[in-house]
Structures are given as structure tokens and as C-alpha cells.
């Protein structure tokens, strides 16, 4: 399980560091640093194995028969994003605990970080693609939380909601396209899928997958036309960005071209798509960012230019620029973080990122300075740094493609200019920020940061200096290891060297410093120019579309939706009787060959009540009391067709829940009219009979067409394997807390769910309280009859013992934590009617909640706890034991599941009901003090 601990070492980390409030500042940095510390060791501890060729994998059951398991694979391509999440993770953590101020919550800001970091370990080392975009979605969620960190700032609350529109909107696309990459291939397990690549580029969807996906990929890393959201989460705090904007989120878009490359790479619509739109996004990007003033913003444009140049890479059929590309991945998160962590220092120290401010900084932080302009060569590609080599080699793959035909020598051309800029807003960086005078009206007098705030800078900054010194000594061995996960089990012979001798791409490289030192001199008149050209505010057109789409569904939803019940009703129903009864008319016969089951008297009595109580119901539906005493004769002959078909559970579960439901419905009853008046005219009495009547004529003969015809049925499999693979003889229990006990999982939270939104809405409720009975008169003043209360107290433990009976029988016998918790809370709803709440609070403190967590908690930790012995989730263990006294019993684990299941139902009829209740109680009280 050493896969498995990385990303849960980083979740458990972020649930420290929530609980960190109470301590000092070092502490809680400390704690919070101990979880991605330990999992950065466990990584180093794998990479050897990794670097030999060897491929992990941890894979544990989850869904096997859909192909989704909870998969974790550790290859090259992982290990390097594994490294860089937890590596920078960790920095950037250590660097917060100096940027952020008292009155920021430190605590909180670990805790997403940590949260974000759990997601992208998640997608880097999934070896299941719908697992993958679980993960993908998690970062979506988790970046939101911490752009919005200061959630007082407009700027940062639209900020995060852009981020999460375009990235979640990629996200549904992802999904899309990997379902359809898993059904091509039949699997969604990722081994396969990358083994499959004739099998998906033969097939006739492609296309469409392979737009899909790129889709998803192109929103998270911000390409060109998507690019518009990155700027705009500069709002975050600068560690954030830092993490988020250079080193990690940004390249999970980066990271999914590298992991399906070996599989929809090579066919050119994937390098016309991805060249072209990493082209335009590069191009953009290293134009813009000369014009902003706002250091994070220039930043924001230049990570969109650089990951630009990282799929073009991926664009280009060479496989040394895949290999240039995982470089400049490398080097583009080691330069980026220090900058922006170099940013937030000067914005700390300053108070003001406006680079038409502060200027001369050299004066006042030179060691900092030093440090950032450092970084900042790197970025523009200078010599005897990491920023270089990669850019260097991304010059020569450019000369070595022909993606455009005769016309491919664009391409190298408009790769020199897009480093030209490059040179140009690294050049602004450095001279606008640490010389050019004095700085102008400053809020605070600048000064070098606490001496270990800029440790983690330190630490990125050397690196990029050692890589770009003895780049093959540093990065050899994960280079190859990355690269031969990418080009599908090939690592090509490359050189990763300072010098290759006088060349071509060297000759770009002096044209890019040459130039890009020419832009930055002449920038007054690019200056001029962009001024000249109307201006683009991407955060006004955003929000103006999302209040055009509000408006426009506001004004859909308001044309179908007028508040009529029946008109909704009548909607729905007419889509049923068209889509139900069009088939019907292309059936020769309807009824099968099949025998018919004789017709005998109690059937017939059975079914003419049946139809009685349903018509009644119909008839007299302006009288509420009559109706609902209606209603409830047609549950009780269900649960009597129930038993007469002999399924006696599902009679025991329906005769309960119709009990619970009609105490419901009484007391709800209370805050009602007692009559209803008439609304509906005679046409629309016409409309709806014709509308029911034709309805019933389909749905009976949809019946009758299925009842006479031969089908199978899986219950022979429930019955055959109930008792060897449950261990229990009721077949439906089984069913329930074993073959299908992940439904059963997720109805109880449906359940619990409900129950919880159900009390929230009845607090504090204005209801229309009635002083007396449709007849006028007055209700009684003895509130609970001594008779009532009376046998509720000697039948609470009866109903107790046989509710208890009902439970442990459940697995052989109709029974089951269902039943028994519907007969449980039925016992003490019983003591609230006759006693009422205020009585039963003084003897028993009851928190529904609690109780309704406790049932789902049981639940889901006994389905857990069949991974532990390398089973599929909820597996049921059984064997039998011989008790003194008692004699040989069975036991299974499937009765701890139950157990959950009898806690949920009891916790949340309870709150329902007993919610009701009080305010009925409530409403008494006021008629008595009356």
C-alpha cells in the first residue's frame, strides 16, 4: 500500500492542519509539513526502481464488473509531477508561514493547500481514467477554495468562480471523452488504454474523443482562447500562486497531454490542434505580459506563454520535443515559483506590486533582488541556467517538423519572436523593479523579508543554476524515466549539455536576447501601439455572458414553470404516455404466449379494495381526513399483494413505512385547510381523465405484454449464491447489505440527507395554525389522554424487544435493519404523540444528527473494512461459532452494515417526525394558553 499513503500522507496532512488553530505559527507550519514531508521520502524511497524501467501498481477492488477499481500506478511521467507536487508543496508552505498576517488563518490556508495537493497527487499517479477525473474535479473544488481564500475581496470571490466555470466546464468535457476512450478500448483501466492506441485511433469517435479530452486539457492549462481565467486568480495569495498558477495546476492540463500521448498522439489532427493552439497560446502570452504593470499579472502572462511552448512541443512529431517538453517542465516550475514567491516578498515588503511604483529596489533589498533576477534570466533563457537549455532545445525541435508544409519555416521564426518577448519581460522585470530610479509613493518603506521567508527561494534558485551547469548530472535520470512513459515504453538517445557547438538554435537563442533587449528599449512604442488598439476587459465579458445565460434560463424556467402542480404533472405524464405508448403501436399482438395465472376470489377482492381505495382517494380529495384514510387502504392491500406473492419482506417494509407515513401526514394535516376548495373546471376535469385514463391504458397494457411473455431473471443467481456468498437464507436482506449494499449505502444518505433538509426547512416556520376541527369545533383541551399515555409506556419495550427480534433475524428471516428501524422509531413516535416533545426531552436527549452520521459512518467503515483483507468494497465476511449455552450461531459482518442501516432510518424518521411534532405541540400549547 506505499502507493496508496502518498496521497493519503497529503489528505491527512490537510486534516491536521485544520485542527492546527490553537496552536503557535511555527507549530502549526511544522505539523502541517510532517504528512507531505514523509510522502516526498516515500517517493525518493521508489524513484530508484522507477529509474530502472520498473512500472508500480497498487490496484484495489472497487466496482470490478464496470472496470472502475481505485488504481495508483507510479511510472517516470508520475514520479517527476510526484516530486514537483510535494516538493514545492512543501516549500510553498514553509514560505506562507512568513507571508501571510495575523489575521489571515493560517490553519485554513495549509488545509487547502493540502487539499490541492492530495487532488494532484491523485490525478498524476491514477491508473484508472474515471478515477483520474475524480481527482481532476478535486483540484477544480480545491483551487476554488483557495483563490476565494480572502473571500472579503470582490476581485477574488469572481476570480475563483471564472477559474471554476472554465476548468469545471474542460472537466465535463474530460469526462465525456474518457468514457468515450473507455468504451472504445472496453476498459478504463489506464494499462490498457495506453496499450490500445491502433484500437482508438481506428476507431470512428476519435475525433471526437480526442477533441474532448484535448478540451479539458486546454481549459486547466490556461491555453489560448481559455487562457483568460489565469490572470485573474492572481487575486490568491501569492503562495498560492506560486503553487497553483506555476508549478501544479496549470501543468495537470500539461500533465494529461503527457499521459495520453502514447495513445492519441500522432495523427494529424492531434499535431495540427496542439501545435497551433500551443503557438497562439505562446504568442499571446509573451506579448501581453510586456504591458502589464502588475508584477503577478506580468507573471500570470508569461506562465501562459511558457505553457504555450510546452504543448507546441507536444505538438511537434519529433520525440525529442516531447523530451524538451518534460525538460521545460522541470525548469518552467522551478524559475516560476521563485519568481512569484520573489513577487509576494516585494508586495509584503512594499505594500504594492505596481511596477510603475517600486522601483529601485536594489537599494533596499538587494539580496532578494539578486535572487529574483536570477530567476527572472532564467525565465528569459540566459546562458549557465536551467531556462536555457530547455529553450535552447525547444528552438532546435522547432527546426525539425513539417507541420505546415512548405510553410513550416514559420514556425522557428515566430518561436525566435516569442523569445524575443520573452527576453523583453524578463528585461522589464528586472530593470522597472530593482533600478530605474526611486520608487514613487509607497505604502510601506521597503526591506529585506525575515531571513527564512526567502529560504525556499534560495533553494529553487540554486536549482536553477545546478541544472543549468551540469544539467545531465541533475536531470538524466528522471528525463529518461519520464520520457520513456511518455513515447510508450521508447526513451530516445538525447544530450541535455551547455555547449553543443555553434548552431542554428544558438543563433536563435542570441536573435531572442538580441531582440527581446531591443523590444524592452524601444517598448515606448509598443506601449503606444497597444494603447491605440481597443481594450479587452475578459472579467466584464465573462460576467456579462454568465448574466446573459442567468437572464435567458430565468426567462425559460419562468415561461414552463408558473407554479401550477398539475400543469407540471401533466407535462411529465404527456412525455411518459408519448414515449411509453409510441411503441405500442408497432406491436402485431399484445399479449404473449405465456399462461395466465387464474383469477381467483381473494385476488379479485383484493384488487376491486385495491381499485375502491384508489378511486376514493380521487373522488374525495377536497376532504383531507377521507382522502387520507383512502390512501392508506390502498398501502395496506400493496402490502397484502406483497404477501400474497410471497415476499413478506417487502409486505414488512411496506406496512411500516405506511405506518410512519400516516403519522406524517396527520400531523402535516394540522397546518392544512381541512377541506381543499375546488379550482378545477370541468375541461380541465375532461383533460385530466383523458390524459390518466390514457395513460393507465398504456402502462396496463406495457403490464399485461410483459406479465404473458417468457423473460429471465437474475434472481436465480440471489438465490443460488444468497446463502454460500452472504451466508444468509432471506435472499432480499442479502441483496440489500451485500450483492447490492453500495445502493443501500447511498439510499441511507439519501435518507439521512433528506431528513436533515426536511428539519432545516421546519425551524423557525410561520404556519397557519387552525383553533379548530372542518366542523367548528374547538380541539380538546386534554392534549395527551391518559389512556394513550398509558399503553405507550408498557408498549415501548414490547415494540423495542420486537423491533430487536425483527433486526438480528433479518439476515435469514424477513427482517432487517430497515424494518426494524422503521418499527424502533414508530415506538418512540408513539410516546412523542402521547406524551409530547417537551416530556420526552426532559428523560431522554436525543441529537438526530449524531445518530444519523453514527448509522452512515458504520455503514461505510464496514464496506471499508473489506479492503483490509484485499476484498471489494462491502465484501461480506461469515463463519459460524459455537457459544456456550446457546449453541453453534452464525455471524457476518453484513450485520454491522445493517446495524448502520437500523441507526440511519431510526435517526432520520425521528427528526422528521418529531420535528413535525413540535411544531403541532407547539401549535397546541398556544390553543390551550388561549
Avoid at 412525455?575 to 411509453?580: M, N, P
Wanted: aromatic share 12%; net charge neutral.
Amino acid at each position: 500500500m506505499t502507493l496508496l499513503w502518498i496521497p493519503l500522507l497529503s489528505l491527512l496532512g490537510s486534516i491536521i492542519s485544520s485542527m492546527t488553530g490553537k496552536l503557535t505559527r511555527n507549530q502549526s507550519t511544522m505539523l502541517s509539513l510532517l504528512m507531505p514531508i514523509i510522502a516526498l521520502g516515500m517517493s525518493i524511497n521508489l524513484a530508484p526502481a522507477v529509474f530502472a524501467g520498473e512500472e508500480i501498481r497498487e490496484t484495489f477492488s472497487w466496482l470490478p464488473e464496470l472496470g472502475i477499481n481505485i488504481a495508483f500506478r507510479l511510472d517516470g511521467l508520475a514520479l517527476l509531477f510526484v516530486f514537483m507536487i510535494l516538493a514545492i508543496g512543501i516549500l510553498v508552505i514553509f514560505y506562507a508561514r512568513y507571508y501571510l498576517s495575523d489575521k489571515d488563518s493560517m490553519p485554513k490556508l495549509y488545509s487547502y493547500l493540502m487539499l490541492f495537493m492530495t487532488a494532484m497527487l491523485g490525478i498524476v499517479m491514477s491508473n484508472n481514467i474515471i478515477q483520474l477525473w475524480f481527482f481532476w474535479e478535486l483540484t477544480s473544488i480545491s483551487s476554488f477554495l483557495l483563490i476565494s481564500y480572502w473571500w472579503y475581496k470582490s476581485e477574488a470571490r469572481k476570480g475563483a468562480i471564472m477559474a471554476l466555470t472554465i476548468t469545471g466546464g474542460g472537466g465535463l468535457a474530460l469526462l465525456a471523452g474518457l468514457l468515450l476512450l473507455g468504451n472504445i478500448v472496453g476498459s478504463y483501466n489506464l494499462d490498457i488504454i495506453l496499450a490500445s492506441k491502433e484500437i482508438v485511433q481506428a476507431s470512428q469517435w476519435y475525433e471526437v474523443t480526442l477533441i474532448l479530452i484535448l478540451l479539458g486539457a486546454f481549459t486547466k492549462s490556461a491555453q489560448f482562447p481559455f487562457h483568460f481565467w489565469l490572470p485573474h486568480a492572481m487575486a490568491a495569495p501569492t503562495p498560492v500562486s506560486a503553487y497553483l498558477h506555476s508549478a501544479t495546476m496549470v501543468k495537470a492540463g500539461i500533465f494529461l497531454l503527457a499521459r495520453f500521448y502514447p495513445v492519441l498522439a500522432g495523427t494529424d489532427l492531434w499535431f495540427f490542434i496542439v501545435s497551433i493552439t500551443g503557438l497562439a497560446t505562446l504568442l499571446f502570452g509573451a506579448y501581453i505580459a510586456l504591458f502589464k504593470h502588475d508584477l503577478k499579472g506580468l507573471l500570470a502572462y508569461s506562465t501562459i506563454s511558457h505553457l504555450g511552448l510546452i504543448t507546441l512541443l507536444f505538438g511537434l512529431n519529433t520525440e525529442l520535443a516531447t523530451v524538451a517538453a518534460i525538460f521545460h517542465i522541470i525548469n518552467h516550475a522551478t524559475f516560476k515559483a521563485s519568481l512569484f514567491m520573489a513577487t509576494g516578498i516585494i508586495d509584503h515588503e512594499t505594500g504594492t506590486r505596481d511596477m510603475r511604483k517600486i522601483n529601485g529596489m536594489w537599494k533596499f533589498m538587494p539580496y532578494t533582488a539578486t535572487l529574483a533576477m536570477v530567476a527572472a534570466a532564467s525565465m528569459a533563457g540566459v546562458p549557465l541556467l536551467n531556462g536555457f537549455l530547455s529553450k535552447e532545445m525547444f528552438f532546435a525541435e522547432t527546426l525539425h517538423q513539417q507541420l505546415l508544409g512548405s510553410l513550416s519555416w514559420v514556425i522557428p521564426v515566430l518561436a525566435t519572436v516569442a523569445g524575443a518577448f520573452s527576453v523583453a519581460y524578463s528585461a522589464r522585470f528586472i530593470h522597472d523593479v530593482f533600478f530605474n530610479g526611486d520608487p514613487v509613493d509607497l505604502p510601506k518603506q521597503p526591506h529585506e523579508p525575515p531571513r527564512y521567508m526567502r529560504v525556499p527561494i534560495e533553494i529553487l534558485v540554486a536549482l536553477c543554476l545546478i541544472v543549468g551547469i551540469f544539467p545531465s548530472f541533475v536531470v538524466d535520470d528522471i528525463l529518461v524515466a519520464a520520457s520513456f512513459s511518455v513515447l510508450g515504453g521508447y526513451a530516445p538517445e538525447f544530450e541535455v549539455a551547455l555547449w553543443h557547438g555553434f548552431n542554428l538554435p544558438l543563433l536563435m537563442s542570441a536573435f531572442a536576447v538580441t531582440g527581446g533587449i531591443f523590444i524592452y528599449t524601444q517598448r515606448r512604442y509598443l506601449f503606444l501601439f497597444q494603447a491605440s488598439l481597443p481594450t479587452v476587459n475578459a472579467k466584464k465579458t465573462f460576467d456579462n455572458t454568465i448574466y446573459s445565460l442567468i437572464k435567458w434560463s430565468q426567462a425559460k424556467i419562468g415561461a414552463i414553470e408558473n407554479g401550477s402542480l398539475q400543469r407540471y404533472l401533466m407535462l411529465m405524464l404527456l412525455v411518459v404516455l408519448l414515449a411509453a405508448g409510441w411503441p405500442l403501436f408497432e406491436m402485431n399482438q399484445l399479449a404473449g404466449a405465456t399462461d395466465r395465472t387464474p383469477i381467483d376470489i381473494h385476488n379479485a377482492i383484493g384488487a376491486a379494495l385495491l381499485m375502491i381505495g384508489a378511486l376514493s382517494t380521487v373522488i374525495w380529495y377536497r376532504t383531507r381526513m377521507v382522502s387520507l384514510i383512502m390512501i392508506s387502504v390502498v398501502g395496506l392491500m400493496v402490502s397484502i399483494v406483497f404477501t400474497r406473492f410471497s415476499a413478506p419482506d417487502l409486505a414488512l417494509t411496506q406496512l411500516t413505512v405506511e405506518v410512519v407515513t400516516i403519522i406524517l401526514l396527520m400531523l402535516a394535516l394540522f397546518f392544512l385547510p381541512q377541506r381543499s376548495p375546488r379550482e378545477s373546471s370541468s375541461m380541465r376535469i375532461l383533460r385530466d381523465l383523458g390524459i390518466s385514463s390514457a395513460l393507465g391504458i398504456v402502462v396496463g397494457s406495457i403490464c399485461y405484454a410483459l406479465i404473458t411473455r417468457p423473460f429471465e431473471s437474475i434472481s436465480d443467481f440471489f438465490i443460488d449464491n444468497a446463502k454460500t456468498g452472504g451466508g444468509g437464507t432471506n435472499v432480499v436482506n442479502v441483496i440489500l447489505v451485500d450483492f447490492r449494499g453500495f445502493d443501500t449505502l447511498g439510499e441511507i444518505c439519501v435518507l439521512g440527507i433528506a431528513a436533515l433538509g426536511i428539519a432545516k426547512l421546519l425551524i423557525n416556520l410561520p404556519l397557519f395554525m387552525p383553533g379548530s376541527d372542518s366542523e367548528g369545533r374547538p380541539w380538546a383541551k386534554d392534549r395527551y389522554p391518559s389512556l394513550l399515555a398509558s399503553i405507550s409506556q408498557w408498549l415501548l419495550p414490547l415494540a423495542l424487544l420486537v423491533s430487536f427480534y425483527i433486526f438480528l433475524r433479518g439476515h435469514n428471516l424477513p427482517g432487517g435493519g430497515f424494518i426494524a428501524g422503521l418499527i424502533t422509531a414508530i415506538a418512540f413516535i408513539l410516546q412523542y404523540i402521547a406524551h409530547g416533545s417537551n416530556w420526552i426531552t426532559e428523560r431522554l436527549t436525543i441529537n438526530y444528527r449524531k445518530i444519523i452520521a453514527s448509522g452512515i459512518a458504520i455503514a461505510l467503515f464496514t464496506g471499508v473494512g473489506s479492503w483490509f483483507f484485499d476484498k471489494p468494497f462491502m465484501t461480506t465476511w461469515f463463519d459460524y461459532f459455537d457459544i456456550p449455552f446457546i449453541g453453534e450461531i452464525e455471524l457476518a459482518s453484513a450485520l454491522i452494515f445493517d446495524l448502520g442501516v437500523y441507526i440511519t432510518v431510526v435517526g432520520a424518521t425521528l427528526m422528521i417526525l418529531a420535528s413535525l411534532g413540535e411544531l403541532t405541540a407547539d401549535a397546541s400549547k398556544e390553543e390551550v394558553n388561549i
